[in-house]
C-alpha cells in the first residue's frame, strides 16, 4: 500500500496524449518521515507507520511530541494501517515519486465549512407549496416532532438547519494525472474535498 500527506492548492487541466483534457486538483507536498513503525506481534498489535508531515518551528511544538520525533518540528503526524510495516524504517522518508502517472488512489480530506444551513440547502428538502395560502414558510422544514413519531420530543437525527460542511468526505477511483518530483507536485483526476491549503490523504486504492 502507497500514502502521501499533502495540501490542497488548486485546479488545472491536463491534456491527454490523444488530445483529450482532464480537470485535476494540484497537491503540494514535502517529504514525509516516518517517526514509528508498529507491527502485529509487536506491544502495538496491529501493523501500521506513523508520519510527520509539513515542518516548523521546534518552539511551537510540545516536549513530549520533540521527544518522540527526535528534536524535529512537524504540523502534522498521522498514522496509515500498513500490511507491511516491516519494510519501513524509523527516520526515512517517503516522497511524492512513491505515486506514478496512472494509478488508482483514494483521496481523504475535509470539506470546506459552510456556516449554517437550513434542510433545502442542507439535505435538498423541495420546502412548502408555492400557493393557496403559503406566506412564510416556502423553505421550512415542517414539522420535526409529534407524539406519533418520537413520543413528543424531537428524535435524534433529525435532519432539520445546522453546520453545514467541516466534514471527512472520501472519494475513491481517481486516478493520478501527473507527478513533479522536483517541485514536490502530484495532480489527481477531478475536485477533491477541501479549501485551498488544507490537508488531503492520498491512498493506494
Known amino acids: 500500500m502507497k500514502f502521501l500527506l499533502a495540501r490542497k492548492a488548486g485546479m488545472t487541466q491536463i491534456f491527454q496524449e490523444n488530445g483529450d483534457v482532464k480537470a485535476g486538483t494540484v497537491l503540494k ?8 513503525v508498529k507491527t502485529a506481534d509487536g506491544v502495538d498489535g496491529y501493523s501500521a507507520v506513523q508520519v510527520a508531515f509539513d515542518e516548523q518551528k521546534i518552539e511551537r511544538v510540545s516536549k513530549p511530541v520533540l521527544g518522540h520525533t ?3 518540528g512537524f504540523k502534522v503526524i498521522k498514522e496509515f494501517r500498513v500490511d507491511n510495516a516491516a519494510d519501513y ?3 526515512s522518508e517517503i516522497l511524492v515519486d512513491t505515486f506514478e502517472v496512472g494509478d488508482g488512489v483514494t ?17 435538498g428538502f423541495k420546502g412548502g407549496r408555492r400557493t393557496h395560502g403559503q ?5 421550512e422544514v415542517g414539522s420535526i416532532g409529534g407524539g406519533g413519531r418520537a413520543g413528543g420530543r424531537v428524535a435524534k437525527g433529525m435532519r432539520m438547519g445546522g453546520r453545514m460542511g467541516g466534514d471527512r468526505v472520501t472519494i ?6 501527473h507527478v513533479d518530483a522536483a517541485k514536490g507536485e502530484i495532480i489527481i483526476s477531478g475536485a477533491i474535498p477541501g479549501a485551498r491549503g488544507s490537508l488531503v490523504e ?3 486504492a
Open 89 to 91: 524504517t524509523v527516520g
Open 135 to 139: 406566506k412564510h414558510s416556502e423553505r
Open 172 to 177: 475513491t477511483s481517481l486516478k493520478v494525472l
Open 202 to 204: 492520498i491512498i493506494s
Open 29 to 36: 507536498t514535502t517529504p514525509m518521515t516516518i517517526t514509528q
Open 70 to 72: 527526535k528534536g524535529k
Open 107 to 123: 483521496i481523504a480530506g475535509t470539506s470546506k465549512g459552510k456556516g449554517f444551513a437550513g434542510g433545502v440547502q442542507r439535505y
